[in-house]
């Protein structure tokens, strides 16, 4: 079926009416639409599957309540589609286009300034490559934001989200996770988890797993497991427990993490490379020198604990070497320095060992570990035997 201008055998002028087509009565299986008119088509499609083309104009297609699967491309006008209840593989023009999904399995390629909106029990994959778009998709969704320019993105439970540059992005239910995000704003209802990001935004009422991002990142959740990578400096404020692993393969360079404005507490577990580490005013517990699988090297740390309750801080039997500095070590009382593992045959004269192994200087206090790794208290000239516990 063909409405407006021809390419063959002569070209002709496009036609310049609108165009209305019922298909609600067409018996046929499946039906081939190729239209070309200034002022658009409107076509109502029947139970039936086939294409839609349509070159110009500001076009609708209309199959709501229908089962039909249907591939549906537009030009550069701003177009309606009101999708199946089938398949829908739905390639939108440059325009501001209103894209409507049915329960069926959509594949959208969104290419102008859209708003696209789906329902449950459906399942649908869009593409953003124009960006601003409005995106509110339901359950089991996937999104590809490939744009440069952000969008608004609302997807349910169970979804994923891939990319981004400068979106917003909530996720409204229990579980989902977006991947390689560049510049997000994004939060969820439920938990979370983030992937590769960088400089993001991130806002959660449940557990997040935040795995190799990097960049300027601000993270608020009710819990937290990050697994840091290179370059990554983060604000980290929790309800509960924030766990800090330096452990991504290959990482070796600069980590940041303050969370010194978050409710909960903190675990930090330092790896190669340079560490910072803030602590919260709760009750925080730092290991150095970790050896962690594809990532190893000195580890050289400088971590401040936090003046509330008491801190832990130490290494594991086995750790690696570096040089490590406390910033606050005098400031709570009742911190300690453990090394676990150990199982020394006289636990009272490996602590007098090790203080024995003491320099002062400059109002600081230096410890030599095994392994090659010095630790710096800095403000403290008395440590004392209650100050450590070796197991």
Same mark, same amino acid.
């Given at each position: 079926?063909?409405?407006?201008?021809?390419?063959?055998?002569?070209?002709?002028?496009?036609?310049?009416?609108?165009?209305?087509?019922?298909?609600?009565?067409?018996?046929?299986?499946?039906?081939?639409?190729?239209?070309?008119?200034?002022?658009?088509?409107?076509?109502?499609?029947?139970?039936?599957?086939?294409?839609?083309?349509?070159?110009?104009?500001?076009?609708?297609?209309?199959?709501?309540?229908?089962?039909?699967?249907?591939?549906?491309?537009?030009?550069?006008?701003?177009?309606?589609?009101?999708?199946?209840?089938?398949?829908?593989?739905?390639?939108?023009?440059?325009?501001?286009?209103?894209?409507?999904?049915?329960?069926?399995?959509?594949?959208?390629?969104?290419?102008?300034?859209?708003?696209?909106?789906?329902?449950?029990?459906?399942?649908?994959?869009?593409?953003?490559?124009?960006?601003?778009?409005?995106?509110?998709?339901?359950?089991?969704?996937?999104?590809?934001?490939?744009?440069?320019? +952000?969008?608004?993105?609302?997807?349910?439970?169970?979804?994923?989200?891939?990319?981004?540059?400068?979106?917003?992005?909530?996720?409204?239910?229990?579980?989902?996770?977006?991947?390689?995000?560049?510049?997000?704003?994004?939060?969820?209802?439920?938990?979370?988890?983030?992937?590769?990001?960088?400089?993001?935004?991130?806002?959660?009422?449940?557990?997040?797993?935040?795995?190799?991002?990097?960049?300027?990142?601000?993270?608020?959740?009710?819990?937290?497991?990050?697994?840091?990578?290179?370059?990554?400096?983060?604000?980290?404020?929790?309800? +509960?427990?924030?766990?800090?692993?330096?452990?991504?393969?290959?990482?070796?360079?600069?980590?940041?993490?303050?969370?010194?404005?978050?409710?909960?507490?903190?675990?930090?577990?330092?790896?190669?490379?340079?560490?910072?580490?803030?602590?919260?005013?709760?009750?925080?517990?730092?290991?150095?020198?970790?050896?962690?699988?594809?990532?190893?090297?000195?580890?050289?740390?400088?971590?401040?604990?936090?003046?509330?309750?008491?801190?832990?801080?130490?290494?594991?039997?086995?750790h690696n070497g570096g040089d490590i500095t406390i910033t606050d070590f005098g400031s709570?009382?009742?911190?300690?320095?453990?090394?676990y593992n150990y199982k020394p045959a006289d636990a009272d004269k490996a602590i007098a060992?090790?203080?024995?192994?003491?320099?002062?200087?400059?109002?600081?206090?230096?410890?030599?570990?095994?392994?090659?790794?010095?630790?710096?208290?800095?403000?403290?000239?008395?440590?004392?035997?209650?100050?450590?516990?070796?197991?």
């Amino acid at each position: 079926m063909v409405t407006g201008n021809t390419i063959s055998p002569t070209p002709v002028s496009p036609l310049s009416d609108a165009v209305t087509i019922n298909g609600s009565g067409i018996t046929a299986s499946k039906v081939s639409v190729a239209a070309g008119n200034t002022q658009g088509v409107t076509f109502y499609a029947g139970n039936f599957g086939g294409s839609f083309l349509s070159t110009m104009g500001n076009n609708l297609f209309d199959g709501s309540g229908t089962n039909g699967a249907w591939t549906i491309a537009t030009g550069d006008g701003n177009d309606t589609i009101n999708g199946t209840n089938g398949t829908n593989n739905i390639r939108a023009g440059d325009g501001n286009n209103v894209i409507n999904l049915g329960a069926g399995a959509n594949f959208v390629s969104s290419e102008g300034q859209d708003t696209i909106t789906g329902v449950e029990n459906a399942s649908d994959t869009v593409t953003i490559l124009g960006g601003n778009s409005i995106v509110s998709l339901k359950s089991n969704s996937l999104v590809v934001d490939s744009a440069l320019s +952000g969008s608004q993105i609302s997807v349910g439970i169970n979804s994923t989200v891939f990319g981004g540059t400068g979106s917003t992005v909530n996720f409204t239910s229990q579980t989902g996770s977006i991947v390689g995000a560049v510049g997000d704003t994004i939060s969820a209802a439920g938990n979370l988890q983030v992937t590769h990001g960088t400089d993001q935004s991130i806002s959660v009422s449940g557990a997040l797993q935040f795995i190799s991002g990097t960049g300027n990142t601000s993270i608020n959740a009710g819990l937290g497991t990050i697994w840091g990578a290179n370059d990554l400096r983060a604000t980290v404020n929790t309800k +509960g427990l924030a766990l800090f692993t330096a452990n991504q393969p290959s990482t070796t360079g600069s980590q940041y993490i303050d969370a010194s404005s978050s409710a909960g507490t903190l675990e930090a577990w330092t790896g190669a490379g340079n560490n910072t580490i803030i602590g919260t005013s709760g009750s925080d517990h730092f290991v150095f020198g970790t050896q962690f699988e594809n990532s190893n090297g000195n580890s050289y740390a400088t971590v401040t604990g936090g003046s509330g309750a008491a801190n832990t801080f130490g290494v594991l039997n086995g750790h690696n070497g570096g040089d490590i500095t406390i910033t606050d070590f005098g400031s709570a009382a009742g911190n300690m320095f453990f090394m676990y593992n150990y199982k020394p045959a006289d636990a009272d004269k490996a602590i007098a060992d090790l203080l024995a192994t003491a320099t002062i200087s400059g109002g600081n206090t230096t410890l030599q570990l095994d392994n090659n790794m010095k630790v710096t208290f800095l403000g403290v000239t008395d440590l004392k035997a209650s100050n450590f516990t070796i197991s």
